[in-house]
């Protein structure tokens, strides 16, 4: 049912930030004429880079899927209300656990292995987030800080592990892992270059955007995001709720940990922490936390990612411009949070103003 | 105890308080942002624009004094920023923060490729400043007496945050202000006021933490060399209460830990140091876990103030 109210409401949300995003690149043009480059040709190099040709949108939709999958990391626990930025550190830990597995049965046959390191993914990812949403919940722990902190850890155990007790010692320069035999990595779509992990990724965010807007366990979690006094006295139970949501999401960023290293690097080492879980609480939030929208804005951000080596070699920018780029995206998206409801054309004559969400409150202590 | 031991101890104890000083800056810095309200996560990006401003000004100019200025400023700058996205716009303020990070380690990294493209020169950095006789004090001279110039100054800072916020008008205002907005306005303080206030004093105080980690831990910028410590600065506030001196303590306890994993890679005790360097942000997270429940913070913290808002 497209009524009147919801057709406008919609397209403000596509409106304002697409705008946000032009608005993005011509603050990113000024920046890379401040350092020296021309902005034309850069905008060029980008489109010619990400969409330019079939060769080229293959990379993009390379670096998408595990964008689309760590950016659910993000999403689905602020339907509660909570802000998670573990991404990173889930990403690595499924990565880790994918390849462990992979290694350790590696003589089954190759379709057994596949499915093997994705529930191994799944599931080390899941409670790498699902403790965090635990901590929050039962010990008031705040998600932000300690999610965040344990990227850190993470990061630490991949150094361990791949320097240690998981290395190849024939990987001098570069302590990894034994690779993952060729005959158990995840193929390529037919006809393409492009891995399986985008049918990955794609799924996910449908049953993600399914899960949280088709059905009971959905509508709880939102109940509990809305207004979380009323949803403990409609007597949800908030407590495995959080926990099942923040699992769930840390098992999106696995599973992309997961496909990183299955379809990809083949093998776990210092490469894996490469930035993708914190691109992705980007696309969480350019998508305004909507599964669906995150796989659209996942595909633009991958091909801007997949651009950042051709302006390193055309324009002599550095690497790290994609960074800058990202962060003004980010900035900017955020500017034109505040722009919402300022538009008489979005505007329907009957707006109903929603209340203020109460914010995020763990069980009290006390009981 | 030997004197061989006496002056390990004393070494440890002189890192530990080294290795805490940016954070303490930090969290001092968060602790009168949050006290009148305004979640800062941007804390991290503030310690490293703080590091790279002041890395870079000390590199062209070559004047130490120059380049905390400059890092004082930019640190400003990004306080300002947030307080204009949080109090003016109201926009979500962990989303805020989570843009400054992102924003900052973008910046620095691309403008440190720019800067220190061709020399890999290390900075000059403070000497110590050792007061006559106190200094030779076994254990706490070296300590407290003989440090540089910014230790000194963390050392007044903290006493006068907690006398500024406990024991002042100034500081009843802001917490009125962080506590109850509503009630802070009808008595006549500007909320708006004192949160831009704030936030632009946290944000000079974090580039203070990063100005250190480069002018005397580091002696040069290296990309995202704050390494999570505008987070763990964080944990140091939640662990100390929004106090001073607890959050102060905390800061110690991290940065003993930090110290600790170092000296125990420098034994080869034969536990991989890899693993080690998990420890700050392990001892972090349980010192979370440790007080849930025991900390309250502000009760307006995070919640934007509406002038004709009927609710909160």
Redesign the interface.
């Known amino acids: 049912m497209l009524n009147h109210y919801h057709w406008r409401g919609t397209l403000e949300a596509v409106c304002i930030p697409i705008a946000a995003i032009f608005f993005s690149l011509v603050l990113f043009g000024i920046f890379c004429a401040l350092a020296g480059a021309d902005p034309l040709g850069v905008y060029a190099s980008i489109y010619k880079a990400a969409f330019g040709s079939w060769f080229s949108f293959q990379n993009t939709l390379i670096r998408a899927s595990p964008l689309m999958l760590t950016s659910l990391c993000t999403a689905l626990p602020a339907q509660l209300g909570l802000m998670i930025i573990g991404n990173e550190g889930a990403f690595v830990i499924g990565g880790i656990g994918a390849v462990a597995v992979g290694l350790a049965i590696s003589s089954a046959p190759p379709t057994v292995v596949q499915l093997a390191m994705a529930i191994s993914g799944i599931v080390c990812g899941g409670l790498w987030i699902g403790a965090v949403g635990a901590l929050r919940y039962y010990r008031a722990v705040n998600e932000t800080i300690s999610s965040l902190l344990l990227n850190y850890v993470a990061i630490a155990l991949l150094n361990h592990l791949v320097s240690g007790p998981m290395r190849d010692p024939s990987s001098l320069n570069k302590p990894s892992t034994y690779p993952i035999p060729a005959l158990d990595m995840l193929g390529s779509i037919p006809g393409t270059r492009v891995h399986y992990g985008l049918i990955y990724g794609l799924i996910a965010c449908a049953i993600t955007y399914f899960l949280m807007r088709r059905t009971t366990f959905g509508f709880a979690a939102r109940t509990i995001g809305g207004n979380i006094r009323a949803a403990r006295i409609a007597g949800l139970p908030v407590g495995k709720l959080t926990v099942a949501i923040c699992f769930l999401a840390g098992s999106c960023a696995g599973l992309a940990g997961m496909v990183e290293v299955a379809a990809v690097q083949g093998r776990a080492n210092e490469s894996l922490n490469a930035n993708y879980g914190y691109a992705g609480i980007l696309v969480a939030f350019v998508a305004r936390y909507n599964p669906l929208a995150a796989s659209l804005v996942a595909v633009l951000l991958g091909g801007i990612l997949a651009s950042g080596g051709i302006l390193q070699r055309l324009h002599s920018l550095p690497d790290a411009t994609i960074l800058v780029f990202q962060g003004l995206v980010f900035l900017v998206v955020l500017y034109s949070e505040s722009l919402y409801g300022r538009f008489r054309v979005f505007q329907d004559q009957s707006t109903v103003r929603r209340p203020p969400s109460v914010p995020y409150v763990p069980r009290p202590t006390s009981l | 105890m030997t004197i061989n031991n006496l002056s390990f101890f004393s070494d440890y104890l002189v890192s530990s308080l080294s290795l805490s000083v940016p954070l303490a800056f930090a969290a001092i810095g968060g602790l009168w942002s949050e006290r009148s309200g305004v979640l800062n996560?941007a804390l991290e990006g503030m310690i490293l624009t703080g590091a790279f401003v002041s890395a870079a000004g000390v590199f062209l100019s070559g004047n130490v004094l120059l380049g905390i200025a400059a890092a004082l400023i930019a640190g400003g700058l990004v306080g300002l920023l947030h307080a204009f996205?949080c109090v003016t716009?109201?926009?979500?303020q962990?989303?805020?923060g989570?843009?400054?990070n992102?924003?900052?380690?973008?910046?620095t990294?691309?403008w440190?490729?720019?800067v220190f493209a061709t020399e890999n020169a290390q900075l000059p950095g403070f000497t110590n400043v050792g007061i006559p006789m106190l200094k030779n004090i076994p254990l706490l001279g070296p300590l407290l007496f003989n440090q540089d110039p910014m230790v000194y100054f963390l050392f007044l800072l903290i006493p006068l945050s907690t006398y500024l916020i406990f024991h002042s008008s100034l500081g009843l205002s802001l917490r009125a202000v962080g506590e109850y907005p509503r009630a802070a306005d009808t008595a006549g303080v500007s909320v708006i006021l004192f949160r831009y206030a704030s936030v632009i004093l946290s944000g000079c105080l974090a580039a203070l933490g990063g100005t250190y980690l480069t002018l005397v831990h580091i002696r040069f910028f290296t990309?995202g060399m704050s390494?999570?410590k505008g987070?763990?600065a964080?944990?140091a506030l939640?662990f100390g209460k929004w106090h001073p001196v607890w959050t102060f303590l905390a800061c110690l306890l991290f940065g003993a830990t930090e110290a600790l994993q170092l000296r125990i890679q420098a034994f080869n005790l034969h536990i991989?140091y890899?693993?080690l360097?998990?420890l700050p942000?392990?001892v972090?997270?349980f010192a979370?876990?440790g007080i849930?429940?025991k900390s309250t913070p502000p009760a307006a913290l995070?919640?934007p103030y509406v002038k004709e808002?009927r609710?909160?």
């Open positions: 996560i996205l716009l109201r926009v979500d962990l989303v805020s989570l843009a400054i992102l924003t900052a380690a973008g910046l990294a691309f440190a490729r720019v990309e390494a999570g987070f763990i964080l944990a939640i991989p890899q693993l360097t998990m942000y392990l972090a997270l979370m876990v849930a429940g995070g919640i808002s609710a909160q």
